[in-house]
């Protein structure tokens, strides 16, 4: 893979495919800024960011528009061809510099330390390996660097977390996007070495039924300074 001046790598193929999948999340992330409450979720993801940004699993870009102008650049991997398409139409509509590039989160196209924070959002749940994931966000983030994350997860009573491991070993992963319900993304970043800092817990929608996606988090970690 050749360097770009950048520091971004250029990768030759698709990581993920999932056409169809791809096609219903762009309608139904769409809507959700508004019915579900996205849109707010999106600014306080993001709220007091600065400096470089990489965006791991940018989808269709829907979280451009949100960040601040104290944001100097934003990287964004996408591995999904089709919603790396409408990734680059948002960043061209984002009025701030956004660089979509393909990837995947256990291999980063970037180097190392080269960030002032990592934005995961709605990812953790589809990546193939969390841990190797977690590891590369530590990699490409300067020491003492922020993660802002959004992710859905393990949550509810004894029956709901037993309906999420079952959805999760049987239909839910090959018609979602590779998607896992049953996942727990607070102590996954806890165990790759982060520090956590304030968080809370969501639930999506905030009104309405309660679904097997609800359960959520949205907080902040950093790298430590070693």
Not at 44 to 63: K, M, Q, T, Y
Not at 179 to 191: F, Q, T, W
Request: charged share 25%; with cysteine.
């Amino acid at each position: 893979m050749a360097l770009r001046p950048d520091g971004v790598r250029g990768v030759a193929r698709d990581a993920v495919h999932h056409p169809l999948f791809a096609r219903y999340y762009a309608r139904v992330s769409v809507a959700a800024e508004t019915r579900l409450g996205m849109a707010g979720v999106r600014d306080r993801l993001l709220a007091g960011l600065s400096g470089r940004v990489l965006e791991i699993g940018a989808g269709n870009g829907l979280n451009f528009r949100h960040y601040p102008g104290t944001v100097a650049e934003v990287v964004a991997i996408e591995p999904e061809r089709g919603l790396r398409k409408l990734a680059v139409e948002a960043a061209v509509r984002a009025g701030m510099p956004v660089d979509v590039v393909p990837g995947a989160a256990e291999a980063l196209p970037v180097k190392s330390e080269a960030f002032d924070a990592v934005v995961l959002s709605l990812v953790l749940c589809s990546v193939r390996d969390v841990p190797r994931a977690l590891g590369e966000a530590r990699r490409v983030l300067r020491p003492g660097g922020q993660v802002r994350f959004f992710e859905h997860g393990r949550g509810g009573g004894r029956a709901m977390c037993l309906t999420q491991r079952t959805l999760d070993c049987t239909v839910w992963p090959p018609l979602n996007g590779g998607c896992h319900l049953s996942r727990d993304p607070v102590a996954a970043l806890r165990e790759s070495g982060f520090e956590l800092g304030p968080y809370r817990r969501v639930r999506m929608p905030e009104k309405g039924p309660t679904l097997p996606t609800s359960y959520c988090a949205l907080g902040t970690a950093w790298r430590p300074h070693e």
